[in-house]
């Protein structure tokens, strides 16, 4: 099997060809995704809450992504390898360089970093020096504290536009690949339909390119908040490798999400 690379996703979009991505935080995980098929696996900084217990991702640091990044590098054969690049260590186009580079040496095929019309500048640093970077727009929870809790954003028409408008801007900076979380639906199906590049969804609507979820949600073992775009596939299958085909296999399908899993 071929790798997965950033020109593969761009040719499933156009092909109309949905795709799959998962979190993966070790190398026993991210080999069982990898050889059922999970196109993108992320190593991010959700383990801030999901491994560390953390009630937010905030307290995560370059280190900690650095270990499970390579952790999760000895698991993979195929899938495309994306690393959080974690809170405040982006604020200046020079230390997102300096940590950029941490991530990749540990064996990142790109990096991801939230945020819209300030990180222009780093987008197209890190891009023109050889790192790809992957976009992170919505509901990005490294801001959650100034969005005043994990809401659903651009709802209003002002909001959606301000996502649209820096959705462009960030691939005409050179990001290769956008992460949308938590927006309605119809944003998503408009900002996927204007961009070239691929589009990954969280919470955003079936017609993303692809689909993410956080792995722990997958297999149903998320303490606390569970959330409503995310769906258990362990309980209707009972077995790890089975609820990761079936993840794959309804995505492909247009069958998740679903009605349920989406804001309108
Ligand atoms: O950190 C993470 O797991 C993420 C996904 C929810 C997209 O950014």
Redesign the pocket.
Known sequence: MSKITTATLRKFKQEGRKFT?L?AYDASFAAAFDSEGVDVL?????????LQGHDD?LPVSVEEMAYHTRCVRRGISRSLLMA?LPFMSYATPEQAMTNATKLMQAGANMV?I?GGQWLLETVSMLTERGIPVCA?LGLT?QSVHVFGGFKVQGRDADNAQRILDEAKALEGAGAQLL?L?CVPASLAQQITEALQIPV?G?GAGKDTDGQ???MHDVLGISSGYIPRFSKNYLKQTGEIREAVKAYIDEVQQGQFPAEEHTFN
């Open positions: 991505a979190t992320l190593v991010g900084d959700s383990l801030g809450m999901v991702t959080d991801k939230e992170h929870p992460v979380e990954i969280i993410i979820l956080v």
